[in-house]
């Protein structure tokens, strides 16, 4: 049987991967397949013709695994996030932090003010141009990520595709900009 042969697949957590080896990014666990189906551009360095520059690839993550992903180019990163919370955008850049919660001292009370399940000073959020990092300070009713609580003065990063939820009902929507 013939080897299959389709075109790098470029995940949500911006690394290529060859989708006839991995049905789900190693990374981040994206579905590969689906990213396939819908088609995704071509892997930086590559040209229309099919052949390739031999720029734009800085390396696979774990290099003797075949197939293993490609980081994307430096200018094509994110260089802002969007939190939305409750239709408010709060934009972070890099090196920014937000603080979460009801606080009156916090730009974003008013997204808050209603859900009395959130604590003053909830949690943090933190951009470093890269990576997204939430750390729950203390909170009553927990911060979450992908339904999964995470421990109270420790910093989490969010990975491009996870959810971030404060208490029981509050999604944060994250919204990554290049």
């Excluded at 013709?49 to 800085?58: A, V, Y």
């Amino acid at each position: 049987m013939a080897d299959v042969m389709r075109e790098p697949v470029l995940c949500v957590c911006e690394q290529y991967w060859d989708s006839a080896q991995f049905a789900q990014c190693p990374y981040c666990g994206t579905d590969l397949t689906d990213l396939a189906n819908r088609g995704t551009p071509p892997a930086p360095g590559d040209t229309d013709d099919g052949t390739t520059t031999g720029r734009g690839h800085t390396g696979p993550i774990e290099p003797d695994q075949p197939g293993a992903g490609t980081r994307v180019d430096p200018d094509k990163r994110t260089t802002h996030i969007d939190l939305v919370v409750n239709g408010t955008h709060h934009t972070l850049a890099p090196g920014d932090r937000l603080l979460l919660g009801r606080d009156d001292d916090y730009p974003v009370e008013p997204a808050f003010r209603a859900h009395t399940n959130i604590s003053r000073r909830h949690a943090i959020a933190r951009f470093d141009g890269e990576r997204l990092f939430v750390t729950d300070t203390d909170s009553t009713n927990g911060t979450f990520v992908d339904d999964i609580r995470i421990d109270t003065h420790r910093e989490h990063e969010v990975r491009p595709g996870q959810r971030l939820r404060l208490a029981a009902d509050v999604p944060i929507e994250i919204l990554r900009r290049r």
